[in-house]
T-cell receptor, first 112, second 111 residues
């Protein structure tokens, strides 16, 4: 089944403790992206990747890092999480950047 | 960061009624997308628009890419209870790889 998977689905952590949210797609898509969703603000793009080893900042990249060492995986790294990064995070992928994006199920992160 | 203006923010309608929502942008877009998000799920693509003036249907849903390329609307005809959810527009400007999402329209259908 074609899908985008994220892990974990829920995470509660403390300020400053490094964490990684994984994202994997099995559709051989080139384009992958991370978004955060906050009430009243919709989805805001954090980082995106056009292909392996090619990444770029979205609208809200501060406090986040990504890597794209393999086509199927696009992890989101929070080196030192802060409470303002409490949010619902979505990973998405598409065959090419102009194509429709398929979204993962989301990761709800709480930073205390 | 730039965001799209999406309206209305929320709607309460009776089952069977038609629904209309729209998005406007200060920038010209070359792609407009409409998504629906159910509680606890990721957004699911409903309709994709790639050309100014394009009118595309998907069942009871119809979306149009505005002639000015700065707006788009989504219509849902004869709403049913499972139409409940949050609807998002998203757009991409030419020459970029970034998608910008609207703030969403929360739809509630009263049986």
């Amino acid at each position: 089944e074609a899908q985008v998977t994220q892990n974990p689905r829920y995470l509660i952590t403390v300020t400053g403790k490094k964490l990684t949210v994984t994202c994997s797609q099995n559709m051989n898509h080139e384009y992958m992206s991370w978004y955060r969703q906050d009430p009243g603000l919709g989805l805001r793009q954090i980082y995106y990747s056009m292909n392996v080893e090619v990444t770029d900042k979205g609208d809200v990249p501060e406090g986040y890092k990504v890597s794209r060492k393999e086509k199927r995986n696009f992890p989101l790294i929070l080196e030192s999480p802060s409470p303002n990064q409490t949010s619902l995070y979505f990973c998405a992928s598409s065959l090419l950047q102009e194509d429709e994006q398929y979204f993962g199920p989301g990761t709800r992160l709480t930073v205390t | 960061g730039q965001q799209l203006n999406q309206s209305p923010q929320s709607m309460f309608i009776q089952e069977g009624e038609d629904v209309s929502m729209n998005c406007t942008s200060s920038s010209i877009f070359n792609t407009w997308l409409w998504y629906k998000q159910d509680p606890g799920e990721g957004p699911v693509l409903l309709i994709a628009l790639y050309k100014a003036g394009e009118l595309t249907s998907n069942g009871r849903l119809t979306a149009q890419f505005g002639i000015t390329r700065k707006d788009s609307f989504l219509n849902i005809s004869a709403s049913i209870p499972s139409d409940v959810g949050i609807y998002f527009c998203a757009g991409r400007t030419s020459g970029t790889y970034k998608y910008i999402f609207g703030t969403g329209t929360r739809l509630k259908v009263l049986a």
